[in-house]
Each structure stands twice: as structure tokens, then as C-alpha cells.
């Protein structure tokens, strides 16, 4: 047997136990505090805006909004520094004088004149739809995911990956509640992409794992995962870091409207290869998955593969 390098396996009750606190944290949060959404999920009106004039401040911007009664309001800065996007809950597109009494409005408040690139609005019933497709689209995720690992690896192998799946998810969506960070349509996409990288690093570990379950018949799980980790932690680091760095160039350079998207990437990308290593693979070693695990499985799905006579 190769020599370990890492001994991951000393650190397992600890980031259980820290994991577990997470989760919990996470869900307090979600119940109690709950998440942003965005005017995808809420409804609303959003703005893209061009200033005549760079020196316009943002906070000056912002208060000019906010006393105009147009709800709850968000103004970011994107691209160049006198372009602005805004958000507020308020829904008159209707009214087809509603824009240029803004544009008046806000040019007697600030003293420039303001170009609206882009107005869009959600109205209640397409935000609560969209809601709706977001949701099924995780759940059938999800439900996708869990049901190749079913049928993929033995049983004890499905509830690792079910459980660091799970971790997964509810740790980044505590994160965004945490920091009342904005939940939209790309959120879920960054989501949905969470899911499947996360599943996919779990698998090459899980197969790892398998594999050397059949070859060291007499060494005990808690060992055996450690070397699996490390016989996988080059391919494991490459993936990660090469996908970090591209996301954090996104984060960085991509403007505004991509940094949610972006950071939810990185910490997802962060906590799934971290729970590849710390969630799953402790549930083997309490599980006490063994070479007779393996054989067992494999006999049974011989036996009934057996043409019956």
C-alpha cells in the first residue's frame, strides 16, 4: 500500500462536529431570517442608468431614490462609474408617465440629467412562477443526483453523497442569508452547478475508495478512506484551484452583475471539495463499510443478472 502522505483522518470528528454546528446555524437562518430575493422572485422594477456626469456619488444617488416611495431599493455601480443599476420593489410601467417623472425627479434632487438604458419590470405573478421553475429545478437536480448514486454505488456509499450533498447547499444558501446577499436566476444556475461539482468530487474519491476495498481486504475503513483522499488529492486540487482562479477572475473584472453568481461559485466550489473529503467519507468509516460491504453487493447483483431457468 502507497505511503499516506496527509492524515485526513485525524481531523474527521472535528469538522463533524464543526459541519454539523454549520448546518444548524444555516438552518436557523433560512427559517428564521430567510433569504433575499431579487425582483426575479419578488417582483419589481429595475433600472440601468447613465449619470452625465462621473462625479455623481453613489450614497447621494441612493438617498435620492429612497425618498422618492418606491419601496425597498438597491443601487449598484457597473461598468463604468457613472453607470448604475437600480432596483426597488415599486411596479407603475404601467403608467406610461412613470419614467419621465422619475427622470424629472431625480434630475431636480441631484442636478444631472440621467439616460435610462434599460427599464424592466416583474409583476407578482412572473416572479412567483420563475420561484416556482427555480425550485423544481433544484429538487429534480437533486432528485437526479441521488438516484445515479443509488444505483451507481452500494447504499452506504448514497447516504455519503446524499449527506454532503445536502451540506452543500444548505451551508452556501445560510451563507447568502447570512449576508443578505441577493438570490436571482443566476443564484439558482450557481446553485444547480454547486450540485453537480460537488457530486462529481465525491464520486472520484467514492470510486477510489471502492476500488481499494476489493485490493486491501484486511485494512480497516477509517485507514482506507485516508489513502483513497490522498491518492485522488492531486486531481482533487488541480479541478479546484483551475476552477477558482477562473471564478475569481469573474469576480473580479466580471462587473457587478456577475459577482453574486461568482461568489457563490467560490464558496461552493470551497465547501464541496472540502465536504468530498470531511462529509462523505467519514459517513463510511461510522457506517463501517468493509471488503465483505463490496462483495456482498456484487454477489447479489450477479445472482440476479442469472437467467432464471
Sequence with gaps: MEKRNIKFNRFYKIFNI??????????????????????????????????SNETVNISKLRSAFNS??????????????????????????????????LKLKLS?????????????????????????????AISLSLAAMLFYIWIRF???????????????????????????LEINLSIIAAVLT???YSMNDTVVIYDRVRENLKKYIDVKIFDLTNTSINETLSRTLITSVTTLLALLSI????????????????????IGTYSSIYIANPVLVNLKVNHNTIVKEENKSSINSEPQP
Design 68 to 101: 422618492l416611495d418606491l419601496g425597498d431599493v438597491s443601487v449598484k455601480n457597473f461598468g463604468k462609474k457613472n453607470d448604475y443599476i437600480v432596483k426597488f420593489e415599486k411596479k407603475n410601467l404601467n403608467d406610461p408617465k412613470f419614467i419621465s417623472n
Design 194 to 196: 454547486i450540485v453537480g
Design 251 to 270: 469576480y473580479l473584472f466580471g462587473g457587478e452583475i456577475l459577482k453574486g453568481f461568482s461568489l457563490a461559485m467560490i464558496f461552493g466550489v470551497i
Design 18 to 51: 464543526t459541519s454539523s454546528i454549520l448546518v444548524v446555524l444555516s438552518l436557523i437562518l433560512l427559517i428564521f431570517k430567510g433569504l433575499n430575493f431579487g425582483i426575479d422572485f419578488k417582483g419589481g422594477t429595475l433600472i440601468e442608468i447613465r449619470t
Design 154 to 180: 452500494e447504499w452506504q456509499f448514497s447516504v455519503g453523497a446524499i449527506i454532503a450533498l445536502f451540506h452543500d447547499v444548505f451551508i452556501t444558501l445560510g451563507l447568502f442569508s447570512l449576508f443578505s
Design 108 to 136: 431636480d434632487k441631484i442636478g444631472e440629467t440621467f439616460d435610462f438604458r434599460r427599464v424592466e419590470n416583474v409583476g407578482p405573478k412572473v416572479s412567483a412562477e420563475l420561484l416556482k421553475s427555480g425550485i423544481i
